[in-house]
């Protein structure tokens, strides 16, 4: 009951509002719509009026009403508002070779934007780049049909020349199809291994048609080194040889010395000369061992020279003769002197004859022949030392053939045997007295 007394009451209060006529015209005061709105209510506006003018290039759209109409508070004429805009038209856009490249739409007057970016592939001689339209586009007055149009530049390369090292000796833009100016004078510094001949460049430089990177091209050549090699103040060999070849060394010969150098080098390096040095072949103190024994350099002369017997090999003989001299190497010596147990290594030895050449018999020389029984001794036999028979213990009998005999030492016949007898020294000197 209490909700249809509210209803009541509200329609009561409606009935006593005014009323108020809005009326809603077109731009030329025509009447679209006419009506009567409660104080306070909204007003229905009609459909929106189309503008009945044209223009060419512009459009003019319905842009809502000139007056508030929601809450409606007197009597009220309503026109449209209306608002310009120019009109739009499709721009396309178009290969040189007549593909669409694509479109757009401007509005009259303004400029295209352009959006569309066209490109020429380049050919071997020629780059075409893009320069423009063939039409105004800066301000846009109906459909447009655009075609590209492309520039015609002849090719320009980039060249560079670079040294084998890596380093950049020249760079210069070339034009298609022309020729390069590669720098002049390039060389490569020698070193020790070779030395070094421009070659060229790494590509041809006539025609170029691309950019290139071109390096120095060079020939590697072998040092040449001369080696010389001298005895004493003569010219044995000269050669011309490479770096890094084997160095062969002449083989010399000198009679009684041996060949050494100044300088021992297996490879070319430099240019060298090189020295024999020659050293006698038995200087004094050497020992020097055949097939007959070992023997000590005395005098290393060459004519003249003499030796010591240190050993003498004849195993099997009863009988040995020792020779008078000895050959060493290219020369012979003469054996002068006989060393301790010299001849011990003579096992079956009974007899010993020494020849001429024998001037000294060293402490115990003869020492040592078990079964030697006689010694005939040369005539120039001057020194007999001590002990010179000492452990001889089958020796009879000593024979002396010359008169030079001067040196005899007291104890030349200690640990020899007891009865030994001595022939041709009742003509030496009183010396000999010892036997």
């Given at each position: 009951m209490a909700e249809q007394g509210k209803a009541a009451k509200k329609k009561r209060i409606k009935k006593s509002l005014p009323k108020h006529v809005v009326v809603f015209q077109d731009e030329q005061g025509a009447v679209l719509k006419t009506g009567f709105v409660i104080h306070g209510q909204a007003a229905v506006p009609p459909k929106p009026p189309v503008f009945k003018e044209r223009e060419e290039h512009y459009q003019i759209l319905?842009?809502?009403?000139?007056?508030?109409?929601?809450?409606?508070?007197s009597n009220l004429v309503i026109k449209p508002l209306w608002r310009r805009e120019p009109k739009k038209y499709l721009v396309m856009y178009f290969h040189e070779n007549g593909a669409m490249l694509g479109m757009e739409s401007v509005a009259y007057g303004s400029p295209a934007l352009k959006t569309v970016r066209p490109e020429k592939d380049s050919d071997g001689e020629y780059d075409y780049p893009f320069i423009g339209w063939n039409c105004d586009l800066s301000a846009i007055k109906g459909d447009t049909r655009a075609k590209a149009v492309f520039g015609k530049v002849r090719r320009v390369f980039t060249v560079r020349f670079y040294h084998e090292d890596g380093s950049l000796l020249k760079e210069e833009q070339v034009h298609?199809?022309?020729?390069?100016?590669?720098?002049?004078?390039?060389?490569?510094?020698?070193?020790?291994?070779?030395?070094?001949?421009?070659a060229g460049w790494s590509y041809p430089t006539d025609h170029i048609r691309s950019s290139l990177n071109i390096h120095a091209v060079f020939k590697?050549?072998?040092?040449?080194?001369?080696?010389?090699?001298?005895?004493?103040?003569?010219?044995?060999?000269?050669?011309?040889?490479?770096?890094?070849d084997s160095i062969q060394y002449p083989v010399l010969n000198r009679k009684g010395y041996d060949l050494s150098w100044d300088k021992y080098l297996s490879t070319v390096t430099e240019d060298q000369e090189i020295r024999a040095i020659w050293t006698f072949s038995n200087p004094a103190g050497k020992i020097v061992s055949t097939a007959e024994g070992d023997f000590r350099i005395i005098?290393?002369?060459?004519?003249?020279?003499t030796v010591c017997c240190l050993r003498y090999y004849r195993p099997g003989e009863k009988k040995v003769k020792l020779p008078p001299e000895i050959r060493l190497g290219d020369y012979y010596y003469k054996i002068t002197e006989i060393d301790a147990?010299?001849?011990?290594?003579?096992?079956?030895?009974?007899?010993?004859?020494?020849?001429?050449?024998?001037?000294?018999?060293?402490?115990?020389?003869l020492a040592g022949c078990r079964r030697?029984?006689?010694?005939?001794?040369?005539?120039?036999?001057?020194?007999?030392?001590?002990?010179?028979?000492?452990?001889?213990?089958?020796?009879?009998?000593?024979?002396?053939?010359?008169?030079?005999?001067?040196?005899?030492?007291?104890?030349?016949?200690?640990q020899a045997p007891g009865r030994i007898s001595v022939e041709g020294t009742n003509k030496l000197s009183p010396i000999t007295q010892h036997f």
């Open positions: 319905f842009d809502g009403w000139d007056q508030d109409y929601s809450e409606v508070r298609y199809d022309e020729e390069a100016h590669p720098p002049a004078n390039v060389i490569k510094p020698r070193d020790e291994t070779y030395h070094y001949e421009f590697y050549i072998y040092n040449e080194y001369t080696i010389s090699f001298y005895s004493e103040e003569t010219l044995s060999r000269k050669e011309k040889l490479h770096y890094g005098n290393p002369s060459i004519h003249q020279g147990c010299a001849l011990k290594n003579c096992a079956r030895m009974e007899t010993l004859i020494l020849p001429d050449s024998i001037k000294k018999i060293r402490d115990k020389g030697l029984r006689r010694v005939v001794f040369g005539k120039e036999i001057k020194s007999l030392g001590k002990y010179i028979f000492a452990d001889d213990v089958r020796l009879k009998n000593l024979v002396f053939t010359g008169k030079n005999l001067r040196y005899v030492d007291k104890r030349v016949l200690d």
